[in-house]
């Protein structure tokens, strides 16, 4: 039952089962969570958001690892809890007409191209802490991103 459960949290409710670019449709089953954690608490409900994901994400992901190579392509929780983590910057503008594309445009970027210490979280830290911190600090980078390109708008 564990077992199961973990898979569900950890594909977030399946996405990652996606036979093409399952990292992209995890982050793009973010939004709604997203859009909503921002209406019902604003920064404080998405930052809360992103924490609860982060640590349910890591377990989950740890009991998959029992199972699987490192970093599967079918957990996408990962994703989940990074993006969230670039929307804490901005989530006052995602109640409004925010442009979702340009967010997860700036996330998916930094996720692929995994600029230092993302790289060393993903090749060195071999286990469910590696496999989220990646997304996380990629996370980091869009949302400081997205803040500078905010004060400027």
């Not at 089953?29 to 924490?51: D, Q």
């Not at 490192?70 to 969230?84: C, F, K, M, R, Y």
């Not at 830290?125 to 905010?150: E, H, K, P, R, T």
Request: glycine share 8%.
């Amino acid at each position: 039952m564990y077992k199961k459960f973990s898979y569900f949290v950890a594909t977030m409710f399946g996405v990652g089962y996606c036979s093409f670019a399952s990292g992209t449709a995890g982050s793009l089953a973010t939004l709604p969570f997203a859009f909503a954690a921002a209406y019902y608490g604003g920064t404080v409900g998405i930052a809360a958001a992103a924490v609860v994901v982060f640590f349910a994400g890591t377990l989950a992901t740890k009991e998959v690892l029992k199972y699987t190579k490192h970093d599967p392509s079918i957990v996408v929780i990962d994703e989940t809890a990074g993006q969230l983590f670039t929307f804490v910057a901005v989530a006052d503008q995602l109640t409004g007409a925010a442009d979702w594309r340009a967010f997860l445009l700036y996330f998916r970027v930094f996720d692929i191209t995994k600029p230092q210490p993302a790289r060393w979280a993903d090749s060195k830290v071999l286990n469910a802490w590696g496999v989220m911190l990646d997304d996380i600090f990629a996370g980091v980078y869009a949302a400081v991103i997205l803040y500078v390109i905010s004060i400027y708008l």
